[in-house]
Each structure stands twice: as structure tokens, then as C-alpha cells.
């Protein structure tokens, strides 16, 4: 799967299966993956998304 290169919230959500509030509580805590704001919208960077998806399996019980 070749993701765009910056995600929104709402596609980050689609990607790991949670509702986009949950993506945003993740962001307010620190625990998804590194985000900025490009004017009003909030986005995630590709390479950002994938490294903390791999750092979640390699955590993972």
C-alpha cells in the first residue's frame, strides 16, 4: 500500500482502524505518530506514520 506523502487526521484514523477522535486524543497525550498544523488542518508526515506503526508491532505482546 503507497500512502500519500502527509496523511490527515481522518486518513490516519482510516489507516489504523480508530475513529479520528481517537487519532486527535492520541495527538492532546503524545502518543501517535509526530504531527503539524499546515494552516488550520492538522497533518501527519508518511515516513512519520510508518515508523510509529513499526515501533507499535516491535512493542507489541
Given at each position: 500500500?503507497?500512502?500519500?506523502?502527509f496523511l490527515t487526521t481522518e486518513e490516519l484514523a482510516e489507516l489504523v482502524r480508530?475513529?479520528?477522535?481517537?487519532?486527535?486524543?492520541?495527538?492532546?497525550?503524545?502518543?501517535?505518530?509526530?504531527?503539524?498544523?499546515?494552516?488550520?488542518?492538522?497533518?501527519?508526515?508518511?515516513?512519520?506514520?510508518?515508523?510509529?506503526?513499526?515501533?507499535?508491532?516491535?512493542?507489541?505482546?
Amino acid at each position: 500500500m503507497t500512502l500519500p506523502k502527509f496523511l490527515t487526521t481522518e486518513e490516519l484514523a482510516e489507516l489504523v482502524r480508530q475513529p479520528p477522535e481517537t487519532v486527535r486524543y492520541w495527538r492532546h497525550v503524545g502518543k501517535g505518530p509526530a504531527s503539524f498544523k499546515l494552516g488550520r488542518r492538522v497533518l501527519y508526515e508518511r515516513t512519520d506514520v510508518e515508523a510509529w506503526i513499526t515501533e507499535a508491532k516491535a512493542g507489541a505482546v
